[in-house]
C-alpha cells in the first residue's frame, strides 16, 4: 500500500488521524441511529394510537374518518385487507426496525434479533404488496403516475433486498447480510423518510413546489424517488468509507452523514409537532 504519510508527519499522528477519522464515522453512525430510533418510535405510537385503536374499535371501517386515502371503500374486501395489512403491520416493523441495528441489544438478545428480523423480512414483504395494490389498483389514491412509479421502485426493491437479506444470514455470510439487511431498512424506512422530507419542507419553505390541491408537484416528484434513493446513496457512501477510504474520505462521509442527520432531526420535529402529536391527542 503507498505510504501516505505527509513529509515530516510522524507516524504516530497518522495513526491519531486514523482514529479521529474512525471515531467521527461511529460517532456519526450512532448519531443516525439516535434519530432514526427516536423518529421511528414516535411514527409507531402514532400509527398505534391514532391507525389502531380505531381498527380495534370498529375495523377498517373505522378508517373512513381519517385522512388515509381511500381508507375504507365498502364492498372491496381486498381493499380493505390490504390498507389494513398495510397500516397494522407498517407500525410493527417499523418499531422494530431500529432494534435491528442497534449492536448491543442483538448481542444481549441474540435469539430475539433472529426471529425479530425473520418477522421483519416476512413482514416487509406483506407492507410492499399491499401498498402496491394500493398505489395501482385502488381508486382515490393521492399523486400521479410520476409519483406512484417511484414509490412502487422502493417496493420492488424491498422484495429484492429482503431476499438478498434472508438468504446470506441463511448461508452464514454475515458480513454481507449486514449490508443487506441495512439497505432493507432503508427501503422499509422509505414511508417514514419521504414524511420527514415533505413536512421540514413546509416548515422550513412554506411548501415551495407542493400543489396542496392535487398533492403533486416538483417537490414531491423528487420526494418520490428521493424518499429512498437518497437513504441508500448515502448508506453505501457509510459503506465505501467504512471499507476503503482513506482517513479524508471518512470525515467526509462523516460530516455529511452528520448534516443529513439533522436535517432528519428537523423533518422529525416538523412532522411530530404538525402531525403526529395532534393525531395522537385527538
Not at 389514491?141 to 429482503?162: E, W
Request: charge should be positive.
Amino acid at each position: 500500500m503507498t505510504d501516505m504519510t505527509a513529509p515530516g508527519l510522524a507516524p504516530g499522528s497518522k495513526n491519531t488521524r486514523k482514529r479521529a477519522a474512525k471515531r467521527s464515522l461511529d460517532m456519526a453512525a450512532k448519531y443516525w441511529w439516535l434519530v432514526t430510533a427516536v423518529g421511528q418510535w414516535f411514527f409507531t405510537a402514532y400509527i398505534a394510537v391514532f391507525f389502531g385503536s380505531r381498527f380495534f374499535a370498529g375495523g377498517v371501517a373505522a378508517f373512513e374518518n381519517t385522512h388515509l386515502p381511500s381508507g375504507y371503500v365498502e364492498g372491496d374486501v381486498v381493499g380493505n385487507l390490504a390498507v389494513a395489512t398495510h397500516v397494522l403491520l407498517a407500525a410493527i416493523i417499523i418499531g422494530g426496525g431500529p432494534l435491528q441495528l442497534w449492536s448491543q441489544f442483538r448481542a444481549k438478545f441474540p435469539t430475539f434479533h433472529r426471529w425479530n428480523g425473520r418477522f421483519y423480512m416476512l413482514a416487509s414483504l406483506l407492507v410492499s404488496a399491499a401498498g402496491l395494490y394500493m398505489t395501482w389498483f385502488r381508486e382515490g389514491g393521492i399523486g400521479d403516475t410520476i409519483q406512484h412509479i417511484g414509490t412502487s421502485s422502493a417496493g420492488v426493491l424491498i422484495f429484492i433486498f429482503a431476499w438478498k437479506a434472508y438468504f446470506t444470514a441463511r448461508n452464514r455470510d454475515f458480513k454481507a447480510h449486514r449490508k443487506w439487511a441495512l439497505r432493507l431498512f432503508m427501503m422499509v424506512s422509505a414511508v417514514w423518510f419521504v414524511r420527514l422530507m415533505i413536512f421540514g419542507w413546509i416548515f422550513a419553505t412554506g411548501g415551495i413546489g407542493i400543489d396542496f390541491k392535487t398533492f403533486s408537484g416538483p417537490f414531491l416528484y423528487f420526494t418520490s424517488y428521493g424518499q429512498w434513493l437518497l437513504p441508500l446513496l448515502l448508506l453505501e457512501a457509510y459503506f465505501w468509507a467504512q471499507e476503503r477510504a482513506q482517513e479524508t474520505g471518512k470525515f467526509v462521509v462523516s460530516g455529511t452523514l452528520f448534516l443529513a442527520t439533522s436535517a432528519m432531526a428537523f423533518g422529525v420535529f416538523a412532522v411530530t409537532a404538525a402531525n403526529w402529536i395532534p393525531k395522537i391527542m385527538q
